[in-house]
């Protein structure tokens, strides 16, 4: 760890990787010889044409996508993606399956229900405050998409293996896990991913998108609200948020070039959950919040005995040089996210830092 930096357990925004930061702050001045800030030049110049069309090179690599796919960056975060997925995919007469594992599902089906959407919900975790992700749905076979959150940053589980839904496309809020772990794609129709936990800074929401679901979308939306729009120009039908795309840019660099692929990153993302998770099995001061075969690989999600000592642990945590540790206000306790930049030093701090202080308060 840098003398003057902490660990950072933030949810999101989140922790980036050491050398990408380095390497914006070499480039912020004078990106590549051009004598302009990379956040000052146009997105209409060659430097950034470069730029974006290396992010989404790279977005193909790491996930093995063929031309079957589109890659797109559009702003508004995840949460416009909550209507705009409706909006585009779904017409009169369709219907579309959500599963609600908390939270951030829950927005999702209100969202697309606002829009006077035909939603069901064939599975829903709620009975157990969201603790556990269901298994054994049974899936419309009618229905133009199936919705899933990959990874519940707030409730703190998330989908070991992606369900079978008969065929139908999954869509896929992976805002909290995109890039941790290989994928077969095969089963997606669409996936989204504000970039501010796995991949990069806030501003810019990753979608991508199978070209044929294109197909659906609806000629009379707004131009801004629809895929096709963004598809047609690659990203750049209006001014895009070039410096969060130029962060997504060296993320993906440092995750193929430095870790060597999502395979290695998983790898990691897996070795430093394991590290918490083994530690508050043998625990009777810590625990986790989460049914075991649901836990989350990217926010760990923990008790301590009382409401007191949670808020003494965040505070002497964070005067320690662990930050953001604190649980979400819905839910209140703790919660450590390790997203991919999170270095396995931080969990080994941080579980160094545990056992001090259950030694003091236990
Ligand atoms: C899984 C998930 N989906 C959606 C969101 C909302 O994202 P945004 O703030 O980019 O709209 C979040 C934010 O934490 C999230 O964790």
Known sequence: MKADRI???????????????????????????????????????????DIINDAVARIRRLLKLDDGWQVLFIQGGASTQFCMVPMNLLGDGDTADYVDTGTWSTKAIKEARTLDKAVRVPASSEDRNFCYIPSAIEFNPDAVYAHITSNNTI??????????????????????????RPMDMGKFGLVYAGAQKNIGPAGVCLVIIRKDMLDRVPDQLPSMLKYTTFAAKNSLYNTPPSFAIYTVQLVLKWIEETIGGLEEMEGVNRRKAASLYDFFDGSDFYRGTADVDSRSVMNITFRLPDENLEAMFVKQALESGLGGLKGHRSVGGCRASIYNPTPIEAVEALIDFMKTFEKQAG
């Open 155 to 180: 409730k703190g589980t998330q989908w070991a293996e992606f369900p079978d839904t008969g065929g139908v496309p999954l869509v896929a809020d992976m805002s909290s896990d995109i890039m941790s």
């Open 7 to 49: 660990y950072n357990f933030n949810p999101g925004p989140a922790a980036l990787p050491l050398p990408v930061l380095e390497e914006i702050q070499e480039s912020f001045l004078n990106y590549g010889g051009s004598g302009m800030s990379v956040a000052e030049i146009s997105h209409r110049s060659k430097e950034f044409d």
